[in-house]
């Protein structure tokens, strides 16, 4: 069993910056996808940025792509999500999860079996 925590989290102001932390215990991460998913009130939880096993994948949702970036360092286990350039709509509660390496489905939520319970994230105008 995997337990994940999220870290990191707050407010910030548009333009700003924050770099969440997902600590993994219980098993070593470095045989599984991680990933960050999020989800804004009354909405879906969506695909954020998703990380091989080796971390030589790279994956982002389109209205990340080029402001985020998704690391691990499975030596800490631990992965993040680097956010940068925040704007508001980027406000919503984080999720950190972790998947069997390999799987295809990476930007789906039911690809993975462990998820932390989240660290919310809110960006000011």
């Known amino acids: 069993q995997v337990q994940l925590v999220e870290s990191g989290g707050g407010l910030v102001q548009a333009g700003g910056s924050l770099r969440l932390s997902c600590a993994a215990s219980?098993?070593?991460?470095?045989?599984?996808?991680m990933a960050w998913f999020r989800q804004a009130p009354g909405a879906e939880r969506e695909f954020v940025a998703a990380?091989?096993?080796?971390?030589?994948?790279?994956y982002y949702a389109d209205d990340v792509k080029g402001r985020f970036t998704i690391s691990r360092d499975n030596a800490k286990n631990t992965v993040y999500l680097q956010m940068n350039s925040l704007k508001p709509e980027d406000t919503a509660v984080y999720y950190c999860?972790?998947?069997?390496?390999?799987?295809?489905?990476?930007?789906?939520?039911?690809?993975?079996?462990?998820w932390g319970q989240g660290t919310q994230v809110t960006v000011s105008s």
């Open positions: 219980g098993r070593t991460i470095s045989n599984y996808v």
């Open positions: 990380i091989r096993s080796t971390g030589e994948s790279l």
């Open positions: 999860a972790a998947g069997i390496a390999g799987l295809w489905a990476l930007r789906n939520a039911p690809s993975y079996v462990y």
